[in-house]
């Protein structure tokens, strides 16, 4: 069973640093993209980035690009966003989602909520 | 990067048929024959019910149903039932390895 599991979710300032990181099991990690998206509470889905499978291709939603880097440990089975530069505007539900085989998210995570407030 | 526009609710009563558009433009919904549904319970996983306009994963009920004409996809959802009450989003690749999502529709079962 495929599981996504993420972390590291919770309170930071604003301008603060934050990294987020999403564990992954059940099937062979190294073989999918992988994706970040993201809810504020209240509001829609937003796609944040995306990373192919062994880490040499990155893609960013013009909102974030400068502040957030997507990385992944295909060792660990793990895919990480790290935050800089946060605002209250970052403040969401972080999702990570596996990227189907085309162009589709086939399974997600349950979220980690992250808080930017002073 | 715009989100692509969908209605901000739907209703229907049990086994009737619903259906939510999900309107963008020519660089994404009508660029590419890749848009993706999925149906999203507050408080839980978001779960794809169709990807390439309209195939359906396996375990998706056939009750599912997805099209695509010019700029605007379409998710029908017929003989519709309480446990589908839920939100819904469509996704369309934007090229480059980006997305973007839909702004989202709330489907009442009456």
Same mark, same amino acid.
């Given at each position: 069973e495929v599981q996504l599991v993420e972390s590291g979710g919770g309170l930071v300032q604003p301008g603060g640093s934050l990294r987020?990181?999403?564990?992954?099991?059940?099937? =062979?990690?190294?073989?999918?993209?992988?994706h970040w998206v993201r809810q504020v509470p209240g509001e829609g889905l937003v796609w944040v980035s995306g990373i192919n499978s062994d880490g040499s291709s990155t893609s960013y939603a013009d909102s974030v690009k400068g502040r957030l880097t997507i990385s992944r440990d295909n060792a660990k089975n793990t895919l990480y966003l790290q935050m800089n530069s946060l605002r209250a505007d970052d403040t969401a539900v972080y999702y990570c989602a596996r990227g189907g085989g085309y162009y589709e998210?086939?399974?997600?995570?349950?979220? =980690?909520?992250? =808080?930017?407030?002073? | 990067q715009s989100a692509l526009t969908q209605p901000r609710s739907?209703?229907?009563?049990?086994?009737?048929?619903?259906?939510?558009?999900?309107?963008?433009?020519?660089?994404?919904? #009508? #660029? $590419?024959?890749?848009?993706?549904w999925y149906q999203h319970h507050p408080g839980k996983a978001p779960k794809l019910m169709i990807y390439d306009v309209s195939k359906r994963p396996s375990g998706v009920p056939d009750r599912f149903s997805g099209s695509k004409s010019g700029n605007t996809a379409s998710l029908t959802i017929s003989g519709l039932q309480a446990?589908?009450?839920?939100? $819904?989003?469509?996704?369309?690749?934007?090229?480059?390895?980006?997305?973007v999502?839909?702004?989202?529709t709330t489907v009442t079962v009456l």
């Open positions: 987020l990181s999403c564990a992954a099991s059940g099937f =062979t990690f190294s073989n999918y993209w992988m998210f086939d399974s997600w995570g349950q979220g =980690t909520l992250v =808080t930017v407030s002073s | 739907v209703s229907g009563s049990p086994g009737q048929s619903v259906t939510i558009s999900c309107t963008g433009t020519s660089s994404d919904v #009508g #660029g $590419y024959n890749y848009v993706s446990e589908d009450e839920a939100d $819904y989003y469509c996704c369309s690749y934007a090229g480059s390895y980006t997305y999502f839909g702004t989202g």
